[in-house]
């Protein structure tokens, strides 16, 4: 049912506290990876989008209030310019791969379990 490694045949509960750990370590990079998925459509849906920010959107609202609290701009760097970006070029290759990295070694560890 296990590996082959002798501490996982001799002790069962190490192998339920492994067993849990990579479970939930599947789990994050479960959420990570639906995260990274559902970011442009989450950003477009609040209105983050290609085209710039959409009239009326909450980012309008949020793109507002950052205008008034800094003299009429916007700073380069702020959350809403960040999440302007993201919504404009979708997210970049980093998220990508650091999502793929951790879904990699998850699934390494449960074969190296099972």
Do not use: C, D, H, R
């Amino acid at each position: 049912m296990f590996g082959t490694s002798p501490i996982l045949k001799s002790n069962t509960n190490l192998k339920i506290v492994f067993v849990f750990f990579s479970l939930v370590i599947a789990a994050i990079v479960g959420t990570l990876g639906a995260a990274v998925v559902a970011a442009p459509f989450v950003l477009g849906a609040v209105g983050f989008t290609a085209a710039g920010i959409t009239v009326g959107s909450y980012a309008a609202g949020m793109m507002s209030a950052a205008a008034v609290a800094n003299g009429g701009a916007v700073a380069a760097g702020t959350t809403v310019a960040v999440l302007q970006a993201a919504g404009a070029a979708g997210l970049g290759a980093a998220a990508t791969a650091a999502t793929a990295t951790g879904g990699g070694a998850a699934a390494a560890l449960l074969a190296l379990l099972f």
